[in-house]
């Protein structure tokens, strides 16, 4: 596994959903439900990766503050509820070592370019089918 490139197993930004740091709670919530997902990265206006929002993120939320209707978490920004070290990116040119450290623990891991952009993730899935040969 150590001779292949982070790039063979990225999923490219454009098939990625993202959160946008122009986004509220409930946009974001919408977001994750019509995609399934349990956490989604969470850019900047231009591409920068900010960190990952989780549904316990969204959970939290709701729970710790008095604004529970749809209507009330329009009026929260996305970017308070990020955790800029929860899913820590890696850069496209790290080695394979790295990125297996960061998929343990996660679904996903986000991979940005020198500027912080985010280009992608690369999956738990597809490193596992590298490593069994899938």
């Known amino acids: 596994m150590e001779k292949t490139n982070v790039l063979f197993l990225l999923t ?3 098939q990625v959903a993202c959160l946008n740091e122009s986004m ?5 919530l ?3 439900r019509a995609h399934g997902y349990t956490a989604i990265p969470l850019i900047s206006d231009s591409g920068e ?3 990952t929002v989780s549904e316990g993120d969204l959970l939290w939320c709701i729970v710790k503050g008095e604004k529970v209707t749809m209507e009330g978490l329009e009026d929260i ?3 308070k509820l990020v955790r800029k070290d ?3 990116a ?3 040119d790290a080695d394979m070592s790295e990125l297996a450290a960061q998929i343990i623990n996660h679904n996903f891991v986000p991979v940005v370019d020198d500027r912080n952009v985010l280009m992608g993730i690369v999956t ?3 490193v596992m089918k590298q490593i069994i040969g899938v």
Do not use: D, F
């Open 49 to 51: 990766y900010l960190g």
């Open 77 to 79: 920004r996305i970017t």
């Open 24 to 28: 509220n709670v409930r946009q974001a």
């Open 90 to 92: 890696v850069k496209v």
């Open 12 to 14: 490219p930004k454009a």
């Open 86 to 88: 929860y899913v820590p």
């Open 30 to 32: 919408e977001k994750m």
């Open 124 to 126: 738990r899935k597809k």
